[in-house]
């Protein structure tokens, strides 16, 4: 079990946690079954557009089924410990952060493998990222993740640049996966803590 | 022509009503338009969304041109009818239930027979059921289907595995085909008779 | 470069301008990545979506990178005209008009193509044209545009219809494209002018 495949797993546990949180937040009457039908599409959603997209089958979902058996196991955790997890909202945002950092190089570089442009596996990457929770928000019925303020997908998109200029110089790929991950989690971080934004499309109403 | 065929129709006429009632109720301006556009992705949305996460080329609404025409022709008898069809809501609930068990029984059946695992073609066997719903919820702003609280989706989920634990009996195909459709009604109308519903996942603030 | 190809890059233009306008108006806070993420999706969504549903792989904007430049390349000029362009409201909406109407035939071209039924090709031109905007109505949180009062997806639905029956009288293929993209242009100019709109589906409440 390589250290990657490790992440990834580590990935959906987060991306599954957040579904589950996100629709029993919202509605405290959720029931069992809507949290983790929430948080599974939340955690699957975004590889498995990524592969549609690239026409990549299996999906990894229905190939690995270690993933379904890691979500079952995170949903049911995270509704035992609801009480505690929702206290740790600073650590949770850290996990999250974590979590689109590695499905956006992982992404990539699935991308990159299936031999489309650079440009194109940017893209993907992000969209690995990023549409498990566009999903989940579509479903319960929130304003998209990456129409908030803080810089979100954007974070992605540039590391998943990062990523590939760093290919570009042949940089060894053990190395690379690891800066990458650490520059989009540096982005969010800095982008939080000093509440950076992008600058506003529609300027003149300001 | 096959009694399992005969149902998938009867089972897309369904859907299709479904469709067509949600989004004219909603909104009294509906034309005739957005009624057909929303009954048709109802009744295509799940199985095709099946397909596409199996890879699973031509789709079968691409493939088999009656099913569309089924549509079709449900749309109009709906519109025709509309005054005497939302009278006879209970009898509707008892339409939606029989189209989502046997939508589940063959979605788990077209999964299986692609080569996936029980657990996938279980969740398969869901989403080809409840799917075309939640699109349709999502196009029309509601809430969810499977977020409402009576026992829904997880009723399909139990069936799909109810029809695998059988299919490892080595039970005989049809009469474990018509046994699990029945499994599912009964357990959505107990459910609905008795006002069932699933624990809370967020139980601390109860 | 044919005619054809310059036809598609403008509708492309269109829809990228319509989602990055469509967003930041709704909220005027947006900023640069959320205009140009809607912009984007709205842009490839309905030439994806068409592609997936038919299995045809690579997607066209997968493929073809000049479409994703074209796409930032609209979205910055949109920003920074963002002033002008709402002015030209009137100017827009038949931008978007003939954006639809290219799509439709290009769509049900490509269908027809790869070998699916007329009926199925004509489904496939409309989805081209609409499910972009479809989704990006879903993404900000709009009643689709499908719904609304106008003559819209139904407009590309009979325009579709008219091309394949000037196909089946065996029309030679550029006329019949491009009688075809200004008979959906004028259904849809004539219902916009006389205000007309599709007879109401639930026709007792009048």
Known sequence: MSIQYILEILGTVVFAMSGALAVSEKDSEQDWFGAGFTGFVTAIGGGSLRDIMLGSYPLVWVQDITLLYTIIATIVCTGLLYKWLIRLRRTFLLFDTLGISLFTIVGTEKALSLGVSPEIAAIMGMFSAVMGGVIRDILTNEVPVL??????????????TFYLGMVQLQVE???????????????????????????KFNRLRH
Do not use: D
Request: glycine share 2%.
């Open 147 to 160: 129409f908030r303020k803080e810089v979100y997908a954007s974070a992605c998109l540039l590391g998943a």
């Open 173 to 199: 790929r053990n190395t690379n996966f690891i800066v990458s991950v650490l520059f989009i989690i540096l982005i969010r971080l800095v982008a939080l803590k000093y509440n950076l934004s992008l600058p």
